[in-house]
């Protein structure tokens, strides 16, 4: 008898529970009132045709009014060279930043062309991510496998992207070296599959450090069992790579056809005589992020590639002061690590990049209207990309009206391996800029010598 008393009370709250569930659910009226809203009249049919037989939205969205309206122009700038090509890499991060001082190598040794290995560098950063990891592990090994730092450390041990200062961080420990010295390989040239396998083998030894500091070992067979799991990790990236030199000899031809004499270097000797800057930290990464305060500085936690390197570090200040900046490096003749949103509104055939490029509001007749700060937020929009920032055409005001990058995507991209973009599309998708101190002024020194807010380590500017 009690238990019929009280089915009824279990059913109605059940009953309760669905309804509230279901208080945002599309009944039949609103279906109606959605579907009665396309109206296909001639126009929205011709359209409709035109997407459903179309491979791209994209092509089909291509401003018609854009084009040819750009040039390739520019009053100002810098004296560069040749276009790297970083092929199925992220890598980026590291032909941005070595293609800022490869042009100090060439005017030093009065070169025609020049490249670094970019390969040397690629070893060390995957095998320094690599320690990093393993250090991460051990540093969070008492905290549990859903907590949201270990998740973030797990998902992705290690990878081929970063930001300016994972080039420093490396140059400053490894140096660098000519392209000769330890060429290219398949796998650096494709890094997906190696880093798939290095990522399967640090997940596994990570796991292995959570159980040995579950059962209590000492800190010295903690760092044994991580010294253990790195020489893996050195032979595998041996393998595919090639062992990196300790020493190198190197030789050139100048633009002259006077060939040198030979020369022994370490990398960081090498470093040292074509790029001194990079011995002390002269230069600051200034970027443009509406979501916070401007002059603050901010650092994300863990977001580097050597356990005793520097951290991604930026100075957040408005475009208008990050283009005065720009405009003064490129005047004095030199390049800067900069980084963007590659992808929107990006015609790849004509190398141009402008607002509405692509009119996807016309084509399907709906808004989008997300300003930057909402993009950000929202992660619809991010730095996805870096380039060589290397020109910028004025104005009779002297006002930027457009700019210039040196890509790393070959030759045959864009304009002859450079992308032009628009001072619009500067505020809208620029986000980095990686520039010496002595052009801040200063307002921005004083905001740049700041303590640093800490950002997590999932933060949405990663």
């Not at 402008?354 to 937020?377: P, Q």
């Not at 004025?394 to 070959?410: A, I, L, T």
């Not at 032009?420 to 801040?440: G, P, S």
Request: glycine share 4%; net charge positive; proline share 3%.
């Amino acid at each position: 008898m009690r238990k019929l008393l009280l089915m009824p009370v279990v059913l109605l709250a059940l009953t309760g529970i669905t309804n509230a569930q279901n208080s945002g659910s599309i009944d039949a009226k609103t279906l109606s009132e959605i579907r009665t809203s396309f109206k296909k009249d001639a126009s929205t049919q011709a359209i409709q045709n035109a997407i459903t037989n179309s491979e791209s939205i994209r092509e089909l969205s291509l401003n018609r009014s854009k084009i040819g309206k750009t040039d390739h122009y520019f009053k100002y700038r810098v004296d560069v060279k040749g276009i790297t090509d970083q092929h199925s890499s992220g890598r980026c991060w590291m032909f941005t930043s070595m293609n800022t001082i490869r042009p100090n190598v060439m005017k030093k040794f009065n070169l025609n062309a020049f490249d670094f290995s970019h390969n040397y560098n690629y070893f060390w950063d995957m095998f320094e991510k690599s320690n990093l990891f393993l250090e991460n592990i051990i540093a969070t090994a008492d905290r549990n496998m859903d907590d949201r730092e270990v998740v973030s450390y797990f998902k992705s041990p290690v990878n081929d992207g970063g930001v300016w200062n994972s080039f420093y961080n490396l140059a400053k420990k490894y140096g660098v070296v000519p392209a000769k010295v330890m060429p290219e390989t398949k796998a650096s040239n494709k890094t997906r599959e190696i880093g798939s396998l290095l990522n399967e083998k640090l997940r596994g030894e990570g796991y292995k450090l959570r159980i040995l500091a579950a059962e209590k070992a000492s800190a010295k067979k903690m760092k044994a069992a991580k010294v253990e799991a790195l020489k893996s990790i050195y032979r595998m990236l041996a393998l595919s790579l090639g062992e990196p030199p300790v020493k190198f000899e190197w030789r050139f031809k100048d633009s002259k056809g006077n060939i040198s004499e030979s020369k022994t270097y370490t990398p960081l000797q090498f470093l040292e005589e074509i790029a001194p800057a990079y011995a002390d930290l002269e230069m600051v990464m200034i970027m443009n992020d509406p979501t916070r305060e401007y002059y603050k500085v901010y650092e994300i936690k863990n977001y580097r590639n050597v356990s005793e390197g520097i951290n991604w570090t930026y100075l957040n200040l408005p475009n208008e002061d990050i283009k005065k900046f720009a405009l003064a490096s490129i005047k004095n003749n030199e390049a800067m690590y900069a980084s963007c949103d590659v992808g929107k509104q990006h015609n790849r055939k004509a190398g141009v990049m402008d607002m509405n490029t692509y009119d996807y509001a016309s084509l399907l007749g709906v808004e989008f209207d997300m300003d930057k700060k909402a993009r950000i937020l929202t992660r619809q929009s991010g730095s996805s990309h870096a380039m060589a920032l290397i020109g910028v055409d004025v104005d009779e005001n002297e006002k930027p009206v457009k700019w210039e990058f040196e890509n790393s995507w070959g030759s045959g991209s864009g304009n002859k391996g450079y992308l032009t973009f628009t001072d619009e599309w500067f505020d809208a998708y620029m986000f980095r800029v990686v520039i010496n101190k002595k052009y801040l002024d200063e307002k921005a020194k004083i905001a740049s010598e700041s303590k640093p807010v800490q950002l997590p380590v999932w933060d949405y500017m990663f």
